[in-house]
Structure formats: structure tokens, C-alpha cells
């Protein structure tokens, strides 16, 4: 009864604490413009019609936006400073020049799609599918489907690049959040334990591409799988920690998702105590994945397309 008085104790103190935090002055679109600015004259000496001011005209003006107008974590009640905010987009161009992952995006779309299924073992466990409410995409992560003993983790990492950044490259204008349901109650512990670097490696590949990008997420950790919600609550900003909610169970995960419009009741998969049937042509198939999911941000009919682009 103590500890729980002292649980409720701290949580009014918390609730307080948010609702003393003044309201964040509005990025200017002139603030967002003179970052672009800044951000084409990084590189000193280095032409605006380059590679690098490619990558930063690629950049969405509500991603910056979002970025900007983040409160800042040494003073809650300020925005971040411009400094701050350019180091972190910075941080994001320079890994995508480093991995060239904008050709690579291209020439994988314009495939059949067996260049990226190579790069995994585990088909079927990591995809975009459907749109919540307000028309942002839903991440998914089945670790049920990880074949975690022949996994070779640098390929899987590229695989999830290329999974993630295609669809947030996809994003319509006014789209820049993504919602990640995690399934991690189902697998083979003895297995995951023979990988112990996978985690934190996709841990940070998500940091690294996902900047800023989270609007909730579920993880559901069943009775097996908490270990790797505290492993990522040790590696993860406490700014995404705070949009996770962990659950036990996928049905309880489920409701809270309808409530919160990340899925409609008819959108509830299967694997989650719904009717929903998550299209094998989506989840195996690169190409055909990017398509769809581009076609739902747009809200536009989810078509499944072929990898040849005919539905």
C-alpha cells in the first residue's frame, strides 16, 4: 500500500510538472527556411547543386519543422536551440550520404524486390502496413517471425534501412510521424540469446533514421519478452521511451490502437485477435510494400501491387 501510495504521490508530481510546461512558440516557416539555408552551406566550399544539397532539399519541411520545435531536454520550457536542431539533421544526412541509401531505395523499387529479401532470413517480420486515423503509417515487427540463429545482423540492419526509409521518403507533405507495434511476447528465447547484438543494433538504426518521428508506439512483451523493453528503455532517448506503451497481451494491445485510431476494428490483424490479413505480397515483397504504403498515406485505395507496378 506504501509503494503504491508513493506510486501516485509521484505520478500527480510528474502531471504537474507537464501542465507547468508553457506552450512552445510555433516554427516559422523563415525559421525552417533559414535551417535549409544553413544546412546547404555545411559543407564550406561545396557547390548547392551537389549530392549533399540534393539530400537536403529532400528533406520534409514538416520533419525540420517537427525537429525544430522540440522542447529542448536542458530546459524544457525552450525550444531546442537552432545549433541543436541543425546537429541533429545533420547527424541524419550525413548517415544518408555515408549509406547511399537514396540509390539504393531506387534501384530496389525498381526491382522484383529478391535484392532485398536476400538480405534477411526472417521474411515477414518487419513492414509497413495500413494508416492511422490522421493518415500516418504503421510500422510492424513480428518476433515471432525472427529467425534470430541464422540472422547476420549488418544485413538485416540494411534490410530495415531500406524498409524505413522508403516509406518515410514516401511521407505526403503534411505527413512527417510514424506509429511501431512491436510483437516480442512469441520466439525462441535460447535463439534471441545467441543474437545479443541484434537489438541494440536495430535500437540504433531506428535513433539514427527515425529522428523525431515516433507518435506512439505498443510493444508487446507477454511474459518472455520484457527484457528487451528494459534493454530498449537503457538505449532508447527518453523522448521515444515516452511515446511506448508495453503491454502483455496482443488483444489488450489491439484495443488501446482502436482507441487510439492507429487501426480500425476491421484493421486488427489476425496474429492480434482480429480478422485483418496482412497481404503476403506486402510483407515479403519490397517493391510492392513501398507501393502500398505510399498509396494509403495518400489515402488513396491500398491496392496490392506486383513488383511490376499492375495490381
Not at 156 to 167: I, K
Not at 180 to 207: E, H, Q, S, Y
Request: charged share 25%.
Amino acid at each position: 500500500t506504501s509503494n503504491q501510495s508513493m506510486g501516485k504521490r509521484n505520478h500527480t508530481s510528474s502531471s504537474s510538472s507537464v501542465l507547468l510546461l508553457s506552450a512552445l512558440p510555433a516554427v516559422s516557416d523563415e525559421e525552417v527556411n533559414q535551417m535549409i539555408a544553413s544546412l546547404l552551406l555545411f559543407k564550406e566550399g561545396e557547390s548547392c547543386e551537389g549530392e549533399w544539397a540534393n539530400e537536403v532539399r529532400r528533406l520534409s519541411i514538416e520533419w525540420i519543422r517537427a525537429v525544430m520545435g522540440q522542447r529542448y531536454k536542458k530546459n524544457k520550457q525552450k525550444r531546442r536551440p537552432f545549433e541543436y536542431s541543425e546537429k541533429k539533421l545533420i547527424e541524419y544526412l550525413l548517415w544518408r550520404k555515408k549509406t547511399n541509401i537514396t540509390s539504393k531505395i531506387a534501384q530496389h523499387i525498381n526491382s522484383d524486390g529478391s535484392g532485398v529479401a536476400k538480405l534477411t532470413t526472417s521474411q515477414g517480420c518487419f513492414y509497413w502496413c495500413g494508416v492511422d486515423s490522421e493518415g500516418s503509417p504503421n510500422l510492424w515487427y513480428r518476433a515471432d517471425k525472427q529467425c534470430f540463429d541464422s540472422a547476420i545482423i549488418q544485413s538485416e540492419m540494411e534490410r530495415a534501412a531500406l524498409v524505413m526509409q522508403a516509406g518515410l521518403d514516401a511521407m505526403p507533405t503534411k505527413t512527417c510521424t510514424i506509429n511501431f507495434i512491436i510483437c516480442f511476447d512469441v520466439f525462441n528465447l535460447l535463439k534471441a540469446m545467441k543474437k545479443p547484438g541484434l537489438a541494440p543494433a536495430f535500437i540504433k538504426a531506428f535513433i539514427t533514421i527515425c529522428p523525431d518521428r515516433l507518435k506512439r508506439a505498443y510493444m508487446v512483451t507477454g511474459n518472455i519478452g520484457h527484457m528487451f523493453y528494459k534493454l530498449a528503455v537503457s538505449l532508447a532517448p527518453a523522448s521515444i521511451m515516452s511515446k511506448v506503451v508495453e503491454t502483455r497481451s496482443r488483444e489488450d494491445a489491439a484495443r488501446q490502437m482502436v482507441n487510439e485510431g492507429i487501426v480500425s476494428e476491421e484493421e486488427v490483424p489476425e496474429f492480434m485477435g482480429g480478422e485483418c490479413v496482412h497481404d503476403e505480397q506486402i510483407t515479403l515483397n519490397y517493391p510492392t510494400m513501398i507501393r502500398s504504403i505510399t498509396l494509403a498515406m495518400k489515402g488513396e485505395k491500398e491496392a496490392v501491387v506486383d513488383a511490376g507496378g499492375k495490381e
